[in-house]
T-cell receptor, first 113, second 108 residues
C-alpha cells in the first residue's frame, strides 16, 4: 500500500534556527497538508496546498512558516526561526481527490531547545 | 466555526466487551466525518469514513445528524484494538478538524 514518507523522524534544533521538514506524498495525489500535534494536545491543521499554491491556512501558520513543492515529489515545511512552542509532532498528509480520505505520514518530532 | 468533541480521554474495557467511542460535532454545512486510529508509535490511519458506511476491523460508525454525533462502535473489543482514536470532520474547504482523541485500553 502506498505511503506518505516523512524525514527526519526526529529533529532537535536550537531556538532561532531554521528547520525544514520533508515529506514525500503519494505519487498521484493532488492535495497536500501539514498538521501538528503538541504533546498532550489535539492534532491541528496548519496548511493545505493544491495546484502549487496554498489553498487554506490556519492562524498558527504565520510568517515564520512556509511550504514548498520544489519538485514533483517533495513537499516541505520550513520554520524560519524556531521557538520553543514549535516543539511538536508534525504530520504531512496527502489525498488524491476531494472525495478520498487523507493518508498521513508517520510524523517528524521536532524538539526546539 | 466547526468543532469536534470527544468527551472521553480514556476508555478502558475488558476483552470481549462492547465499545462505544463518542464523537460530537458542530458544523453549519453538510459534514464529512472520519475516524482515524493511531497505534502506539505509528502513523494516523484512516479507519472509517461516514460516506462509505463500511465496517473495518469490526468497527462501525453511523452519522446522526439530529444528534450531531458520529460514535464509533464495536460489539466485542479485542486487545489489539488498544490505540488512540480520533474523530475528524472535513469542511468544504478541504481541511480536517480533529477531536482531542480517546485512548482505548482493552484489558485481557
Amino acid at each position: 500500500e502506498p505511503e506518505v514518507t516523512q524525514t527526519p523522524s526526529h529533529q532537535v534544533t536550537q531556538m532561532g534556527q531554521e528547520v525544514i521538514l520533508r515529506c514525500v506524498p503519494i505519487s498521484n495525489h493532488l492535495y497536500f497538508y501539514w498538521y501538528r500535534q503538541i504533546l498532550g494536545q489535539k492534532v491541528e491543521f496548519l496548511v493545505s496546498f493544491y495546484n502549487n499554491e496554498i489553498s487554506e491556512k490556519s492562524e498558527i501558520f504565520d510568517d515564520q512558516f512556509s511550504v514548498e513543492r520544489p519538485d514533483g515529489s517533495n513537499f516541505t515545511l520550513k520554520i524560519r526561526s524556531t521557538k520553543l512552542e514549535d516543539s511538536a509532532m508534525y504530520f504531512c498528509a496527502s489525498k488524491g481527490t476531494a472525495y478520498y480520505g487523507y493518508t498521513f505520514g508517520s510524523g517528524t518530532r521536532l524538539t526546539v531547545v | 466555526a466547526q468543532r469536534v468533541t470527544q468527551p472521553e480521554k480514556l476508555l478502558s474495557v475488558f476483552k470481549g466487551a462492547p465499545v462505544e467511542l463518542k464523537c460530537n460535532y458542530s458544523y453549519s454545512g453538510s459534514p464529512e466525518l472520519f475516524w482515524y486510529v493511531q497505534y502506539s508509535r505509528q502513523r494516523l490511519q484512516l479507519l472509517l469514513r461516514h460516506i462509505s458506511r463500511e465496517s473495518i476491523k469490526g468497527f462501525t460508525a453511523d452519522l446522526n445528524k439530529g444528534e450531531t454525533s458520529f460514535h464509533l462502535k464495536k460489539p466485542f473489543a479485542q486487545e489489539e484494538d488498544s490505540a488512540m482514536y480520533y474523530c475528524a470532520l472535513n469542511n468544504a474547504g478541504n481541511m480536517l478538524t480533529f477531536g482531542g482523541g480517546t485512548r482505548l485500553m482493552v484489558k485481557p
